[in-house]
């Protein structure tokens, strides 16, 4: 029986074309995630870590592997090859891949309580309310560091719904990668080249 498959596309940096061609594979690099990110890369460091941690007890991952590859679901979605970036069409064993929801995925990186729903976005509000806190964005950095380690627990917890899609839709869902094996490559983009 076939394998099934999925298509994904994934911009990365035309560096990776060398290793792709040395190694018969891509791999993601901690260093290559903070060199992304430049300045901003302390801040979102221990969102990829944790989402690193979390996603390896989905889908195993391989060991010299140290961060996710991000990938878009729809040509649509992608982003388009530009100055120093080329964009990989994949064809990826559907047993290869993690999703997860983007938007959801914005609470992590701002490291604020992810809720199940609207009545727990609510109650949520009002727990912070009884709490005396205004925002949740103080509990990892800001006034409130270290005084409600509970609380960076339960928000913690609450970011294991970025993994669960409750709404399919090309613009929320992402798919990730440990790894881009040559064979899954089934077509490189340049920049200037139309994303099919």
Known sequence: MMEKTVTLYTRQNDKTLR??????????HRAYVQ???????PLF????DWFTKEASKILEKPEDVHAPIWCSISPDNC???IEG???????????????????????????IYLPDDEAD????????????????????????KGVYPEEVTRIKESWKRAFRIDHWTIFNVC??????KKEWVKRIIKPGEEVR
């Open 35 to 41: 060199m992304h990110f430049g300045d901003i890369a």
């Open 79 to 81: 982003l388009k090859p």
């Open 85 to 111: 970036t080329v964009v990989y069409v994949l064809e990826v064993p559907e047993n290869k891949v993690i999703y997860f929801d983007d938007v959801k995925w914005d609470y992590v990186l701002n490291r």
């Open 175 to 180: 798919g990730n990668i440990w790894e881009i």
């Open 19 to 28: 290793q792709l061609e040395r190694d018969g594979r891509i791999i993601n």
């Open 45 to 48: 460091m221990e969102s990829y």
């Open 121 to 144: 976005a609510k109650a949520y509000k009002q727990h912070l309310k009884e709490l005396g806190v205004s925002n949740g964005f103080e509990f990892f950095e800001g006034r409130y």
